[in-house]
């Protein structure tokens, strides 16, 4: 069967490709190997913010004498967690089956392989193959946990991420190698609900792609949670011949020590999915194990695509949606079957967000970074324990920093640690996309009392206008 265009891939990136390209009048068919809705929905974004919502609401019970209430016998029924996290990533995946089909888009369950520009195989999971012919393609394969040489997964006592969303039985002490979104994420839900945690670190701080500020926040309320924290250290090997796991772990200087643990979870970063799909066979450019796309996500092939994970730029997933809405769009304005050029993505300007508590949001340059620009800089801070919203909630932990060019008032970056920031970096997202300035944003009245009006007070802070520090 022939197609306007086929998606490999059903994640954040390829559904969304997919309807798109269905919306401006394509024929489309989308392939997946395993769920419908790729590894954020089934084993990534979706079942992990399920967790930390359960791990949320076991800390509320744990500290309801705070807030004027008794809660007696609270304690986390691990099997219960597990089971609500996969029920609502299943909801989700049944969610974009609806999509399919109410855009009617082609599904074809089975593992792809290009042959050609305009040729796909398709393996079936009972061994059955078809050829589908397309005039364009996008490659949606997404990525895998990263498996580190030195610590080889065996999904029982050292896992990965899919693994640590699915165990059968709550450890009573993990060791989580990396402190990047996926470690810190696993390690506020497994402490909070009694394992005892530990993070291993190799920068010299946690979340390293942060704000150092941020990165010092966060450790500081991690410890104070009870989590346990080796920065400047690697795990060199992990020994699991015996019950449970011997981590032997290098610092800086040199020494070595060991930490015994249930399990170790590598959190160590993503790997994209790139072998195996044919690349070789139409000469598709890879580089760093990364597909090389254009600034409308084609590759140096023409007519075939690439977004998401599989590419370079940050391994999120609302990156990758746009990615997939972008060659969409394009392949449509080429087949003039839309006027519309998409506009290449500012990957400067892609926010970030990690779901422990207190989350992290971000957006732009640290101000390490803006410094190493040659910007002047106007830097403000405004911390949660001022804020009169954040004091009603019990949750003071944190603050909003905001980083200004000093000469035009323009935001260059905005660093936000606490209680629902995640859903407030879309301001500033939004106000650097739309070149708004430090002026702008003091003068647009913010309600009160919310968090959202830290972003205010914080330039006010920057401008030396604050009223409430």
């Known amino acids: 069967m022939a197609y306007d265009l086929i ?57 309801a004498d705070a807030y004027g209430l008794k809660a007696e016998k609270i304690e986390a029924d691990f099997a219960a967690i597990i089971k609500r996290s996969r029920g609502v990533a299943d909801k989700m995946s049944k969610g974009v089956q609806f999509l399919m089909k109410k855009y009617k888009i082609d599904v074809i369950m089975g593992t792809a392989t290009l042959k050609s520009k305009s040729q796909i195989e398709v393996v079936a999971a009972d061994g059955s193959k078809q050829t589908l012919d397309a005039s364009n393609i996008i490659i949606a394969t997404g990525g895998r946990s990263r498996v580190l040489p030195n610590i080889p997964q065996d999904g029982k006592k050292i896992i990965g991420y899919r693994e640590a ?101 590598s959190a160590a970063g993503v790997v994209a999915n790139v072998e195996n799909i044919g690349l070789e066979t139409l000469g598709v450019k890879v580089e760093k194990g990364k597909i090389i796309v254009d600034k409308y996500q084609q590759t140096n092939v023409p007519g075939v695509y690439a977004i998401g994970d599989c590419t370079p730029h940050q391994a999120l997933a609302h990156k990758a949606s746009k990615e997939g809405i972008n060659a969409a769009e394009h392949i449509a304005f080429v087949a003039k079957k839309s006027a519309h050029q998409p506009e290449g993505i500012d990957y400067g300007n892609v926010p970030g967000c990690t779901y422990c508590q207190p989350e992290i949001s971000s957006v732009g340059l640290t101000e390490a970074q803006a410094k190493e620009a040659g910007y002047e800089l106007k830097v403000g801070k405004f911390p949660f324990i001022a804020s009169g919203k954040a004091a009603a909630a019990g949750a003071t932990e944190g603050f909003v920093k905001v980083i200004y060019d000093a000469k035009y008032g323009e935001l260059l970056g905005a660093h936000m640690i606490g209680m629902n920031v995640t859903d407030m970096i879309a301001e500033a997202v939004v106000a650097r996309k739309l070149e708004t300035t430090a002026h702008e944003i003091l003068n647009a009245i913010h309600p009160h009392p919310t968090m959202s009006e830290g972003f205010k007070e914080a330039t006010a802070v920057a401008y030396g206008e604050q009223t409430d520090l």
């Open 7 to 63: 998606v490999i891939g059903s994640g954040p990136g390829g559904y969304p490709a997919a309807i798109r390209a269905s919306q401006l009048g394509l024929k489309v068919a989308i392939i997946e190997k395993e769920l419908l809705g790729g590894i954020c929905l089934n084993w990534g974004c979706i079942p992990t913010k399920a967790l930390l919502k359960s791990a949320q609401v076991n800390n509320y019970f744990q500290h």
């Open 165 to 265: 969303l699915v165990l059968s039985e709550q450890p009573k002490s993990m060791v989580i190698v990396g402190s990047g979104a996926i470690g810190t994420e696993f390690a506020y839900f497994y402490n909070s609900i009694g394992t005892k945690v530990t993070i291993v670190e190799f920068a010299d701080r946690v979340v390293p792609v942060e704000d150092a500020d941020v990165s010092k926040e966060l450790e500081k309320q991690f410890k104070k949670q009870g989590i346990e924290i080796y920065t400047s250290a690697s795990v060199e090997s992990v020994d699991s011949s015996g019950a449970g796991t011997v981590s032997t772990v290098k610092k800086q200087d040199g020494s070595t020590f060991t930490i015994e643990a249930d399990i170790v979870l």
